[in-house]
């Protein structure tokens, strides 16, 4: 589970895509990024544009500054994270000249062919199951906000019941206040005392 949380942490939303780095993918490969890279370029026509793509410079020091964030911000309870972090900023001095490689979950899992050896295959279960729980949690997240939208209609229309409810309140105390000063006026004309 202690992996998951720490893949779950490397991936990003960019373009509208969930992607992995191809640095923190090498890392979690434990191959370095040239390795993994050349093997992608070999097998190129794997990867089309939906599955691979390189990040452009400013997409590119927006994840840098996440990755700082990250690191700075993290709890003592993400210890491993924290050192992973680390070497990632180290890692990524690397890609200097050129932004990074970013992999959708297809194109992860089309590393898994990529890649033959027994720790690619034990990552890439890992990192599908991580996929698969953050797939999970927008789902969640989704059916939350549908609940409070029919939650705040319901108030709406409570609202309006409400508001309906105070001016007939407001109607009978005028009605009550009129009547008062009907009896307590004063009255004019003959006054007859009976005795």
Do not use: C
């Given at each position: 589970m202690e992996i998951i949380k720490s893949i779950q942490s490397r991936i990003y939303e960019i373009r509208g895509e969930r992607v992995m780095l191809d640095f923190d993918l090498a890392l979690l490969?434990?191959?370095?990024?040239?390795?993994?890279?050349?093997?992608?370029?070999?097998?190129?026509?794997?990867?089309?544009?939906?599955?691979?793509?390189?990040?452009?410079?400013?997409?590119?020091e927006s994840?840098?500054?996440?990755?700082?964030?990250?690191?700075?911000?993290?709890?003592?309870?993400?210890?491993?994270?924290?050192?992973?972090?680390s070497q990632i900023v180290t890692?990524?001095?690397?890609?200097?000249?050129?932004?990074?490689?970013?992999?959708?979950e297809q194109g992860v899992a089309m590393l898994s062919g990529v890649l033959r050896s027994d720790k690619a295959i034990e990552m890439n279960i890992a990192i599908m199951r991580a996929f698969v729980d953050i797939r999970k949690i927008l789902i969640k997240q989704s059916n939350i906000n549908e609940q409070l939208a029919e939650i705040k209609e319901r108030i709406g229309e409570h609202d309006l019941q409400l508001n309906e409810l105070y001016d007939a309140m407001d109607n009978l105390l005028d009605e009550k206040i009129a009547q008062l000063k009907w009896k307590d006026r004063e009255k004019i004309g003959f006054k007859i005392d009976k005795k």
């Open positions: 490969y434990e191959v370095e990024t040239k390795v993994l890279n050349q093997a992608v370029k070999r097998n190129l026509q794997r990867f089309p544009d939906d599955f691979m793509f390189q990040l452009t410079p400013k997409e590119w994840i840098r500054s996440q990755i700082v964030t990250a690191s700075d911000g993290a709890s003592s309870s993400s210890q491993i994270v924290i050192m992973n972090r890692g990524s001095q690397k890609h200097r000249g050129n932004s990074p490689y970013v992999f959708t």
